[in-house]
Each structure stands twice: as C-alpha cells, then as structure tokens.
C-alpha cells in the first residue's frame, strides 16, 4: 500500500492540520510522517510538508505557528491602508526570519520524504513545482534551501510581495492553482512514480471550510465590483472540489479520506492570529474523532525508506 498525505493552502488556519498532525502523534508515539510515501503540500501545507521531511515533529511544526504567526501577520496600519491599492499587506522579512530560524540553511534534498511543493511562475503564468529527486528527470530541486521554496509556495498574492529566487524568476503562491493538492499529489503518484492505483491510499487535510456565499449573485445579475468581493471564494471552493472529485474518480472514493471541517462563515481568517488557541483545540478534537480510522486505514505499518534518484548529487552538494 502506497500512501500519499496531502496538505491545504490556508496562512495561518495551518494551524489546524498541524494540530491534527501533532495529536496523532501524541497517540502513536512517533512521527507521523513514517506512514506516509508521498507529502505534497501548499502555501501554509507546504510549510508543515517541508517540515515534516526535514523530521520535524508536528509538535515542532505546531509551535512556529504558535512563536511565530504573530510576528507574520503583525498589523501595521499604514501599511494596510497602503495594501489597498499599493502594497502587499504584510512584509515578508518576519516570515522569512521565521523560516531561517526553523528549517535555517538546508536543502530539499535533505528531506527524508516525497515532496510536491506547488507554486507558481508569474512572468510566465505556468505552474512551477517543487521536487524533490524522486524521479531521474528531478535534477535540481534538490539543491533549493528550503526557505526559498517555502516563501514560494506561500507569497500569497496581496499578502506578500512576489518571491524572486536566485535565477530572478517570480514566484507566488501555489494556492492560486493548487490550494488543495490533493488531485495533483495522486496525479503524481500514478504518471510519475507509477503506483498502482488500486493501492494508493490519500489522506487530504484542509484548513476549514466555510460554507459558500455570493449572496444575491444566485439570483440577480450583478456586475463586476459585486463580484470583486465574491469570486476568489468561489474559485477556492471549485478548485478544492474538483481537486477532490479528481483523486476520487483515479484512486476510488473508498481510498481517499478528507478531513476539513466545516465552520461558520469567518470564524476564521487566513492572517487573523487571535484564533490560534481554538484553531488548535479543533485540530485536536478532530483527530481524536478521526484516529480510529486513520489508524486502521494509514497507520499500520511504516512507509518504506525513501531513497532519492540522486544520491551522488547529492554528496556532491
């Protein structure tokens, strides 16, 4: 059995898969991430991927949002008047300094799991994907620092500036495309690692759901400054939805297990910190629910050791 754990975009509401992760650690005693073949994360997913690769307990990664959400999503009131037309809400130096002081110097490559990154290339508005070499064609990634991918999957556009990496290429949030990577993690478990899908089992966390509404755009004609407001929720919840449909019409609906509870309509924010505490207290009540059958369906035996295509590339590093 191949066994894929995909991770949802959110900012801080990443708090809540974390949580969940940390509390199924609790119970097993050791990580989580053993279980797992394949992580493919994006944006804040990305982030807790990333550390889970690296061998990070959730624990760890459950308390950089904790130290560190804050100081991210600090709010400057000039700078939020200026992000109405002019700036990014938020610097990215505090999450930048956030990342160094966690994951520091190291590189993909030191991942100890599969990893799926998404992000994506502005000046070419193509999807770009971060890699780690488990395939023989996957000959750079590897070499990436891990803060560099993680600020591109994370500069969530509006909230932070554009992430330029070393080559000059423009890079912004993989959530624009990909917020819930569940359809592309299975994607890349069958045409690149070429698994079987009769044993392909996924475990999808999102980072809650609100329910959708656009209001009296059911109904009336509105025109486009209604819609400004609306339509970047309604293409979050056809992408996660048909993100989902996909992994299920490849793998079978019996083979993919979607947890993403469902909350009131701005409960929570993806910047918004003074919700850490309950973030976490769901995460927690969510896994204790879910354990039964996450423990029967994906914890039972460890996932085999994962073995790079490159490893002398990776010595030479």
Known sequence: MRKI????????????????LASLEES??????????????????????IGLGLGLSAKEILRFYEEHGPSIFRTNWIRQLLSLGILPKYDRRPLEAALMSVFGNRILGESKKRL??????LELGEVYVFKTAHHPRFERDHKTK????????AAAPSYFPVFRNRFGTPLID????????????????????RWERNEIRALSLGCTLEPLDVGRARS???GR?????????????????ASNSMAQWIVGTENVYRINPCVPTDRFRLDVVKEIESLKGLGDSEARKALPMIRERFLTEPAEVFVPTLPKALKDI
């Open 116 to 121: 799926v990154i998404p992000s994506a290339n």
């Open 225 to 241: 400054l209604y819609w400004g407001t609306k339509i970047v929720d309604v293409f979050m919840s056809l992408q996660s939805s």
């Open 174 to 193: 993989g959530g624009v495309w990909a917020n819930n990577p569940l359809g592309f993690a299975v994607l890349e478990a069958i045409t690149v690692l």
């Open 146 to 153: 891990v803060v560099d991918v993680a600020m591109a999957t």
């Open 28 to 49: 097993l005693e050791c990580s989580v991430a053993d279980y797992f073949d394949l992580i493919v994360g994006t944006s804040t997913g990305g982030i807790i991927a």
């Open 5 to 20: 754990l995909a991770i949802d975009g959110g900012g801080i509401k990443g708090v809540f898969p974390a949580a969940f």
């Open 220 to 222: 009336f004609p509105v």
